[in-house]
C-alpha cells in the first residue's frame, strides 16, 4: 500500500465550484505539505503543516484553504475554483529532524500520486 | 528571493549516453540540496547533498554539491529508456522552516 495517498486521482469541475483534494498517509510524520505543478514552473508550495495545531501559508497560498484535521489527513480546499487554478496537485511529507541527509531527515520529502484537477 | 535554476530545461540522448545535469541556487542560509526524478506523477526522492566535494552515488547515478559555486550536478552514465523523466532539483534553507524551493527541473528522454 502506498504511504501516502492522495483523494481524487482526476478532477474535473466548473468555475466557481468548491472542490476538496484530500491526502492521507501511513508514514507518522509530522509535517505535510500541498504543492502545485504547472509546465515550466516546477513545484510551488501552497501551504504546510508542521503538525496538527499548526497551518502555514506557502508562496501561493490566495485562492486555497487547508485543513489538518489529523496527524495522518490534510485537505487543501478550493473555495471558488477558477480556471487558472488547472494544474497537477502533489501532497508530501517528511519526518521529524534527524541527521541531515538521513532518511527521517526534515528536509526530504515523500509524494503522494498527485491529483490533476482541470477547472473549466 | 531564493530561487533555483536548473539547466538545460530539456534533454534528448540516446542509450548508452552520458548525461549532466545542473543545478544552481540562491538562497539564504543554505542547508541542503536534493534532487528528485519525477517519472509518471510523484517526484521520488533521489539523494540529499549538504556538504561541498562529497560524491553521492546510487547505481549509475551519481550527484555533488559545489558551494562555492553555488551548484550541484547530477551525472546519470550509460543512461537507459527508463531514465526518461523530469529530474527536479530543490534547495532547502535554514531561513525557511526547511521548506523545498524547487526548480523547474529538466526533461530528459532517452531514445532506444
Known amino acids: 500500500d502506498a504511504d501516502v495517498t492522495q483523494t481524487p486521482r482526476n478532477r474535473i469541475t466548473k468555475t466557481g465550484k468548491r472542490i476538496m483534494l484530500e491526502c492521507s498517509q501511513t508514514k507518522g510524520h509530522d509535517r505535510m505539505y500541498w504543492y502545485r505543478q504547472d509546465p515550466g514552473l516546477g513545484l510551488r508550495l501552497i501551504y504546510y503543516s508542521f503538525d496538527v495545531k499548526d497551518i502555514n501559508k506557502g508562496e501561493i497560498s490566495d485562492g486555497y484553504s487547508v485543513s489538518r484535521q489529523a496527524q495522518a489527513k490534510f485537505s487543501l480546499s478550493l473555495e471558488s475554483a477558477i480556471p487558472n487554478q488547472t494544474a497537477l496537485y502533489f501532497c508530501?511529507?517528511?519526518?521529524?529532524?534527524?541527521?541531515?541527509?538521513?532518511?527521517?531527515?526534515?528536509?526530504?520529502?515523500?509524494f503522494g500520486p498527485g491529483t490533476r484537477l482541470l477547472v473549466l | 528571493e531564493d530561487k533555483v535554476v536548473q539547466s538545460p530545461l530539456s534533454l534528448v540522448v540516446h542509450e548508452g549516453d552520458t548525461v549532466t545535469l545542473n543545478c544552481s541556487y540562491e538562497v539564504t542560509n543554505f542547508r541542503s540540496l536534493l534532487w528528485y526524478k519525477q517519472e509518471k506523477k510523484a517526484p521520488t526522492f533521489l539523494f540529499m547533498l549538504t556538504s561541498s566535494g562529497i560524491e553521492k552515488k546510487s547505481g549509475r547515478l551519481s550527484s555533488i554539491l559545489d558551494k562555492k559555486e553555488l551548484s550541484s550536478i547530477l551525472n546519470i552514465t550509460a543512461t537507459q529508456t527508463g531514465d526518461s523523466a523530469i529530474y527536479l532539483c530543490a534547495v532547502v534553507s535554514m531561513d525557511s522552516s526547511y521548506k523545498l524551493i524547487f526548480g523547474s527541473g529538466t526533461r530528459l528522454l532517452v531514445r532506444p
Open positions: 508530501a511529507t517528511s519526518g521529524p529532524l534527524g541527521e541531515a541527509g538521513g532518511p527521517g531527515s526534515q528536509e526530504t520529502q515523500y
